[in-house]
């Protein structure tokens, strides 16, 4: 059984690049949000497993703030890291960079919090190591997730209360 190392955040970092082809676009010549959504979730679980060192799943996407549209003479770079963990769950901050490939001007064009969890073979639940804080960003980062972690469990429960009142049964049926 190996022990668990508390890392630094930086050593979770996972950075993804890709040039904005037209078809990748919506009818407005930007890339499509749910393109961009499984960029998210797919760097994301890059950071978790290189932080866990074991398979994970993703637990939620808590946010997705879309700020600028990345346009088709853009590329868009995704930078995820892990900000804060719990036992077994990571959060994850996504940062998404739209650079104009002819000017070179670097726009923050979006951001996400997902959470992951480690499990082990069994899809059972495994402890994961904490993280460290080094850079002022990640430091504000890490300070700030307990709100984060606290806003999470509220909409979780909320979102119980909902699954538990909608109905279950064919759209056609009443």
Not at 144 to 172: D, Y
Request: contains cysteine; charged residues 25%.
């Amino acid at each position: 059984m190996s022990i668990m190392k508390d890392s630094y955040i930086r050593e979770t970092l996972a950075v993804k690049v890709s040039h904005v082809f037209p078809p990748d676009t919506n009818n407005h010549g930007t890339l499509f949000g749910g393109k961009l959504m499984s960029y998210i979730d797919d760097i994301a679980s890059i950071s978790a497993m290189r932080h866990s060192r074991s398979p994970v799943v993703t637990a939620s996407t808590d946010s997705v703030d879309f700020l600028a549209p990345i346009g088709t003479e853009e590329s868009v770079c995704l930078e995820s890291f892990v900000t804060w963990t719990g036992t077994s769950s990571m959060e994850i901050f996504v940062k998404v960079l739209a650079e104009n490939l002819i000017t070179g001007e670097r726009t923050i064009a979006a951001t996400a919090f997902l959470t992951f969890v480690a499990i082990d073979d069994n899809g059972k639940p495994v402890p994961v190591p904490k993280v460290i804080p080094q850079s002022e960003e990640e430091k504000y980062l890490h300070e700030t997730a307990q709100n984060r972690v606290a806003e999470r469990k509220n909409r979780k429960k909320a979102s119980k209360e909902l699954a538990g009142f909608i109905h279950k049964g064919k759209p056609w049926e009443s």
